[in-house]
C-alpha cells in the first residue's frame, strides 16, 4: 500500500530531512513513485484524493493472515493493511454491521476521535489488538493519521520523495528508490497526525520519541525510538 501526502498536508520530518542532506542519494518525484507502485504491483489500484494525496493498494503477494483493505466514509479514507483480533467486539462497541472490515472500524474509530475531543488519540488506537498497519486521510479537514500495531507485525516505513511529499509504503525497498535516505521505518506502538502535529508513542504516551542517525551501511537514514 502507498500514501503519498504533499506538503500543503503534512511538513516532512525534521529528521527524515537531515538524514537526506547527511547522504544525498538519487530520488525521484511523488508521480514518478507513484507510477512506479502501479508498473509493479498488478491490479493496483489508485486515486488522486483532492490536489495533495495520492493513495494506492494491490492484492498482488499480500499476505493471507494480514490482507490489505481499502474503505471510504464521509470523506474519511482509510489504507489498512493486517488484521485485528478483536475486530467482532468492536464492531459491536461502534454498532457496525457484521460485515464491516477493519478499514471501516479504523475509520469509525477515528471519527470518534475526531468528533468527541478531547479523546486521547492513545485510548483510539490502544484498544486495538493484532497485527496491523493504517493511513486515514480526513479529507474535510485534510488531517492525517498513521499508525503501526504495537510489535511491528505489519512493516510501515515513511520518507521523503524527491519533491518534498511524504510517502508511507509497506515495502522498505520500493520506497528506497524513491527516497533515498530520508527514509525510516515507521516505529511499532506509535502514530503520527496532523492534528497532533507529531509523532507519539501509544503504547507509553508520556514518552518522548527520538530520531537517531543510522549507520552509514544501513539503508535508512535515521531510526526513531521511544526513550
Given amino acids: 500500500m502507498l500514501g503519498v501526502f504533499s506538503s500543503a498536508i503534512v511538513s516532512p ?8 542532506c547527511r547522504t544525498p542519494s538519487p530520488k525521484i518525484t511523488a508521480d514518478a513513485l507513484l507510477k512506479r507502485f502501479l508498473e509493479t504491483n498488478s491490479s493496483a489500484v489508485s486515486m488522486l484524493i483532492g490536489d495533495h494525496v495520492q493513495f494506492a493498494y494491490s492484492h498482488h503477494s499480500e499476505s493471507a493472515l494480514q ?20 475486530l467482532g467486539s468492536l464492531k459491536q462497541q461502534y454498532g457496525l454491521a ?20 478531547p479523546y486521547p488519540p492513545n485510548h483510539v ?5 493484532g497485527s496491523f498497519a493504517f493511513i486515514v486521510f480526513d479529507k474535510s479537514t485534510s488531517t ?32 528506497k528508490g524513491a527516497c533515498g535516505k530520508s527514509l525510516a521505518s515507521f516505529p511499532q506502538g ?38
Fill in 67 to 86: 490482507p490489505r483493505s481499502f474503505a471510504v466514509k464521509d470523506e474519511i479514507f482509510c489504507l489498512f493493511e493486517g488484521a485485528l483480533d478483536n
Fill in 98 to 117: 457484521k460485515s464491516a472490515n477493519e478499514a471501516i472500524l479504523v475509520i469509525e474509530a477515528y471519527k470518534a476521535l475526531r468528533d468527541r475531543a
Fill in 190 to 227: 506509535c502514530f503520527f497526525s496532523t492534528a497532533v502535529g507529531e509523532l507519539r508513542s501509544y503504547e507509553n504516551p508520556k514518552n518522548k520519541i527520538t530520531a537517531v542517525p543510522a549507520k552509514e551501511e544501513e539503508i535508512w537514514g535515521a531510526t526513531f525510538k521511544v526513550t
Fill in 144 to 175: 492525517l493519521f498513521v499508525a503501526s500495531d504495537q510489535f511491528g507485525k505489519v512493516p510501515l516505513y515513511w520518507g521523503i520523495t524527491a519533491d518534498g511529499y511524504v510517502a508511507f509504503a509497506d515495502n522498505a525497498e520500493f520506497l
Fill in 125 to 129: 488506537v490502544g484498544h486495538l489488538i
Fill in 13 to 20: 520530518p525534521d529528521e527524515l530531512v537531515a538524514a537526506g
